[in-house]
């Protein structure tokens, strides 16, 4: 229902709908969808690059086969980035299908529901790759202290896609934080225009 340029959301939620706030809207959505699917194509980039990698080598007869799965932080690093870009492309289709009808999400509930899990999501991704890149420091360099070696010596090739996957990881990280700064403007401001709009009932 639309008055004089004023309408009542899906949550009930009165909200101005000015030309301003329109072009805000619509700049702030679709900047929210090139940011998740960043975030989906470079966090199964990551899965795919690191889950795909291994290397043997052969010391004395004996064949020894370097795989992700050898380090928990990269097996943490493949969950973690595979269930950012499944959560991705499930938004991404909430975020096209929003902007097709044209319709804004003013729901709260829906609203704290997609704020909690892109929080999550950020959190996990973060703490996978903060993981995966201290034992990937650690393969490149050893730790003479401990008495490890330099795994990257041996293995260069699995190194060095391992080091591209974290890379793909870093980005579709950075995007996830994005888009979770941006489900937090988009919640809050519905608290935020909420007085406003009352006010110009």
Not at 12 to 40: F, M, Q
Not at 57 to 70: G, L, M, N, P, V
């Amino acid at each position: 229902m639309s008055y004089l340029g004023v309408g009542v959301s899906p949550g009930n939620v009165p909200v101005y709908h000015g030309t301003s706030l329109k072009v805000i809207d619509r700049r702030v959505r679709l900047a929210e969808l090139v940011l998740r699917i960043l975030t989906c194509g470079l966090a199964l980039l990551c899965v795919v690059l690191v889950a795909t990698d291994s290397q043997t080598k052969e010391f004395f007869s004996i064949q020894k086969k370097a795989s992700y799965t050898d380090l928990k932080a990269l097996v943490f690093l493949v969950v973690a980035n595979a269930i950012a870009a499944a959560y991705s492309f499930v938004q991404v289709v909430r975020c096209v299908v929003s902007m097709v009808r044209g319709n804004v999400l003013y729901n709260k509930p829906l609203a704290w529901l997609i704020f909690s899990g892109d929080q999550a999501m950020a959190y996990m991704t973060v703490a996978a790759l903060a993981a995966a890149i201290q034992s990937s420091v650690f393969a490149e360099t050893g730790q003479p202290e401990l008495q490890w070696m330099k795994t990257c010596d041996m293995y260069a090739k699995f190194c060095n896609q391992v080091g591209e996957g974290v890379g793909s990881a870093v980005i579709a990280c950075i995007s996830m934080v994005g888009v979770s700064c941006i489900s937090a403007f988009g919640l809050f401001r519905l608290y935020n225009n909420k007085g406003k709009s009352d006010a110009r009932w």
